[in-house]
T-cell receptor, first 113, second 116 residues
């Protein structure tokens, strides 16, 4: 049973560029959430997707956008990258939206130079 | 607004010692969930426990135990007879049901180093 898979594992970009990160949820899960984890800090909620719609959003600018596909996989897009966007981006999946146990992927380490 | 505080940023113990990781939370809701996650060097967060605000019974799972005290807004985690494999960063988190989605608010984490 495959868990949550994320790609790529590492990525290096320069300021001003755009990036797309991908996530496949655990088999049977229909909800995907994205978190940003800066070095030495706890993860911060970016947004959640359920039924192909953004259901809830954290305190992140519109440069951060996402999408969920009919097969429940998801993408996180970040435009006009800033140095401060350098972080580990974690995807989490669950069955249902409300307070379910989250299963996390190993993340994508994004470095912005 | 929700807030989770893990005052201990780093703890170092010798194998077989007991260790307690502290977690203090703030919320205005009477109904909420508390979580503990473990983050090994590989990066993924591993779920350890979920506890709802109406269940203050302490829980034990093998060498792990959790002490939930609503009166002090604390949800502490104890590892008994620690092992080197317990070395990781541990996060306490809070969520509020009734809101669309299951957004977790995480603390800053405690890095636990268990030395042989």
């Amino acid at each position: 049973d495959a868990g949550v898979t994320q790609s790529p594992t590492h990525l290096i970009k320069t300021r001003g560029q755009q990036v797309t990160l991908r996530c496949s949820p655990k088999s049977g899960h229909d909800t995907v959430s994205w978190y940003q984890q800066a070095l030495g800090q706890g993860p911060q909620f970016i947004f959640q997707y359920y039924e192909e719609e953004e259901r809830q959003r954290g305190n992140f600018p519109d440069r951060f956008s996402g999408h969920q596909f009919p097969n429940y996989s998801s993408e996180l897009n970040v435009n006009a990258l800033l140095l401060g966007d350098s972080a580990l981006y974690l995807c989490a999946s669950s069955l249902g939206q409300i307070n379910e146990k989250l299963f996390f992927g190993s993340g994508t380490q994004l470095s912005v130079l | 607004a929700q807030k989770v505080t893990q005052a201990q940023t780093e703890i170092s113990v010798v194998e077989k010692e007991d260790v307690t990781l502290d977690c203090v939370y703030e919320t205005r809701d009477t109904t909420y969930y508390l979580f503990w996650y473990k983050q090994p060097p590989s990066g993924e967060l591993v779920f350890l426990i979920r506890r709802n605000s109406f269940d203050e019974q302490n829980e034990i799972s093998g060498r792990y135990s959790w002490n939930f005290q609503k009166s002090t807004s604390s949800f502490n985690f104890t590892i008994t007879a620690s092992q080197v494999v317990d070395s990781a960063v541990y996060f306490c988190a809070l969520s509020e049901p009734g809101r669309a989605g299951n957004m977790l608010t995480f603390g800053g984490g405690t890095r636990l180093m268990v030395k042989p």
